[in-house]
């Protein structure tokens, strides 16, 4: 599975950002989605997640209210929709696949990072006025 993430840039603080990430590769919808970041020096942190099947998703109370993310399974994309950036949210965003038999029974969904298998390049949001 081969992961493209794509959308971010430079954005005043009060707009909305759409980062999407291109999904490929055998069996790639048996996998569910999530979205992290990593501030400069920091460790990467969970931001969103959703299930290999579309139905459930989850946010960090960091984003939550202000983030969308979203499975397009026609197009083999994940997108993650920001409203409200704040400059705070200024990292480097990577969109990560994790198998369906590693996630969290029922709800399809897990924030720990190093359970997921494949992970994108990175697209970096800058959110300044």
């Known amino acids: 599975v081969q992961l493209q993430a794509s959308g971010g840039g430079l954005v005043q603080p009060g707009v909305s950002l759409r980062l999407s990430c291109t999904v490929s590769g055998p069996m790639a919808d048996s996998y569910s989605m999530g979205w992290f970041r990593r501030y400069p020096g920091k460790a990467r942190e969970f931001v969103a997640a959703i299930s290999f099947g579309g139905l459930n998703t989850y946010y960090a109370d960091s984003v939550k209210g202000r983030g969308t993310i979203a499975k397009n399974d026609a197009k083999d994309t994940v997108s993650l929709q920001m409203d409200s950036l704040k400059p705070e949210d200024t990292a480097v965003y990577y969109c990560?696949?994790?198998?369906?038999?590693?996630?969290?029974?029922?709800?399809?969904?897990?924030?720990?990072?190093?359970?997921?298998?494949?992970w994108g390049q990175g697209t970096l949001v800058t959110v300044s006025s």
């Open positions: 990560a696949a994790v198998h369906k038999n590693k996630v969290r029974a029922g709800i399809g969904i897990t924030v720990d990072e190093n359970r997921y298998d494949f």
